[in-house]
């Protein structure tokens, strides 16, 4: 169990992360808390595969270097654009995030269920 | 001459552009823009159609680069017909939309990055590509729900929002173990790979739960599917009929590629719970989905719900491993988009001309309305699965399919669905042809019919060409199959 935790401690973090993330998406009422739930569970995922392309030992995949063994640039490269993604995704939830605050008053969304009910 | 097939991706996402930067000095250019995007993009499709029709399978190497390294672009029996749909969708809502609406030109900006993001879907044959234009897709439709001027649509975009995009997180998490198991992106390469780290390997097949569970969410099956009523019901019609027809196919035939094409039968046939689990989360999905549909008293709400049903036909066929099955499944994707796009631009025309919008309104509605009360009920009747339409064609397969697997569960879900199906169109006709329309009633949907558009030539005019549409693919499935039989029979 210890030797899980001190060899695969990144992974651990990542599904920390990406469990914590679900927790808040699923469990806050407020919409905006809904949104950083949202970001920290694609943050855990961004991690899990930054964290996959590390080798022991290797060194930064950059012409010159010299080294035998590189980390793998893949994997990051792919979140970079899954980052974009998460950026393109958190700026269409605020925009309407905006508009639902102007349309019931309230970002609470036990309060915009009343105010549906009472329409 | 591969070209074609990378730019039905490209033309869609250069054209967005426009709407937006000329907005400021032409107000409705927008359409325009739209329209030409929709008529090039035809064009494209046509003649990848015709090169597939041609060779077989046609593939295009992105940026030059070969593949498994470089992304690669594949059109073959089952994506280009379906490509062809894109483009013949887009130019059906585009004729509806001329008149109806929405008129910002930030809507024709979204409908063509919607387009981009659909045609990608079908085009590629890497698993991470996969993932931007689902989520290209995704952002696309939850500006589009969006756009619909009320607080009740940015909500219900908002709530697709947060479940799409975890769909979308959990599937990018399954490509994450594919990729370190393999070490490669690209489908057919998997295929291979995926096989020699064998199907029984825990990380194997961690993915293969997260991949189709967040691909599920997409395509929108119970106990999946929350998000979806909603999108559909509070989005203007224009933007229901395309998301309905589109949206949720382009992940159905996501899944089909991913199971087919990476994971294969053989992973299907030693883990025998994969299918079984598709299968029945499937049948349940078929059943609620109707009995949702029966209770709703909101025409689009009741077609969301039909949806939800009509999908879970889908995925058992995809879950059954069987090429009857799957050749019915790729039949009822197109046969669905025309269909379901087509009932919900014919509520549109109702909404608009007469503003009835609940089950209750549509009493007497074949009086005045008798074309597009005509259209509906033909296209109601091929949902349920009535030859000749084409709905008939797609259940029939499937329904085959499951006795040739000796699914009998299968057979006996598809019939009662059927049976279900009429349940939810019959009584919406019973009432436009049988009862008379009570005279308050028809008072209240005067009042109500706020909206000042009047229904143009071009809306009621795609309304009959959808319903003219749904029979004549009926009449011509078998030729249909021909092309996409060839493209799915390598699977096998």
New interface residues.
Partial sequence: MIDLLTTHYNYIASILLFGIGLYVVMGSPNLVKKIIGMNIFQVGIFLFFVTTGYVDGGAPPVVGHGEETFVSPLPHVLILTAIVVGVSLTAVALALVIRIYDGYGSLDEDVIKEVQVDD | MTDALVLLVVVPIAASLFPVALGGRFERIGWFVAAAMGLVHLGLSATVAAQVLESGVISYAVGGFEPPFGIELVADGVSAPLLVLVSLSTLGVLAYARRAGPHSNAFYSELALLTAGISGVFATADV?NL??FL?IT??AT??LV?SGR???A??A??KY??VG??GA?LY??GV?YL??MTGTLNMADLTGAVASVGYTSPAILTSFGLIVTGLLVKVAVFPLHTWQPGAYAESPDTVSAYISALVSTAAAYALVRIIYAVYTTKFLDEISLAGDALVALASVSIVVGAVLAVMQSDLKRMLAYSSVSQFGLVVAAIGLANETALVGAVVHLVGHAVMKGGLFLTVGVFATGLGVRTVEDFAGLAAKAPISSAAFAVLAFSMVGIPPAVGFVGKWNIVVGAVEAGAWSVAAVVVVSTLLTLAYFGRVIERMYFTAPEPEADAVSTDGGNDAVEVSFGMRAVVVVSAVAAVVLGVLGSDLITVIQPALEVYF
Avoid: K, N
């Fill in positions: 991470f993932y931007v989520e995704g952002l939850y500006a969006a009320s607080p009740r940015a909500l975009s908002l929002l947060f995009t975890i997180s990018l998490l994450g990729y370190i």
